[in-house]
């Protein structure tokens, strides 16, 4: 024991307010989220944090404006793209959790591959709330119980 939390979970917010008060556009706010991002999931990495949640999407932000939405899917999008390789080198494991069947096939498949490639990596496990309820998780596991039941 390091003295480190084991698992930090962190809501991403004030990407907007973040923006506004430099006068810049929301979606600056959020790009400069995924750099904060970046440094906490390395920090964590360093110090030994075991898991890292990030609540970065959640059901209710479907109500922005079309054009935050997807500026911020396609933020989702070139962030796999351009960082998987390094998480997987780095020890990183990614899982979603949440409802992904809303996504672009082309977010979906990179969600897919990212689970696939880090899968067998342990230094840090990140897990990307993204489209995340917490009924939906219930009802999600209790119909996979029943399933296996069956
Ligand atoms: C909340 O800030 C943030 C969001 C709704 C979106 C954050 C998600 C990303 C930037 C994509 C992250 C990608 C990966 C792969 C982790 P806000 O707009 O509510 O800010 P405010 O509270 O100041 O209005």
């Not at 962190?10 to 556009?25: C, E, F, T």
């Not at 230094?123 to 996979?144: F, K, M």
């Amino acid at each position: 024991m390091n003295g480190m939390p084991k698992h930090i979970a962190i809501i991403m917010d004030g990407n907007g307010r973040w923006a506004r008060s430099r006068l810049l556009p929301r979606y600056v706010g959020h790009r400069e989220g995924v750099k904060a991002v970046r440094r906490v999931v390395e920090s964590c990495s360093d110090k030994g944090v075991q898991a890292l949640t990030l609540f970065a999407f959640s059901s209710e932000n479907w109500r922005r404006p079309s054009e935050e939405v997807s500026l911020i899917m396609d933020l989702f999008v070139q962030t796999l793209k351009k960082e998987v390789a390094s998480l997987n080198r780095n020890g990183v494991r990614v899982r979603f959790i949440g409802d992904r069947s809303a996504f672009s096939e082309k977010l979906r498949h990179l969600i897919t591959e990212a689970e696939r490639e880090t899968r067998d990596n342990s230094r840090l496990q990140l897990v990307i709330a993204a489209n995340y309820g917490g009924q939906w998780d219930i009802s999600q596991a209790v119909r996979t119980i029943a399933t296996r039941v069956q």
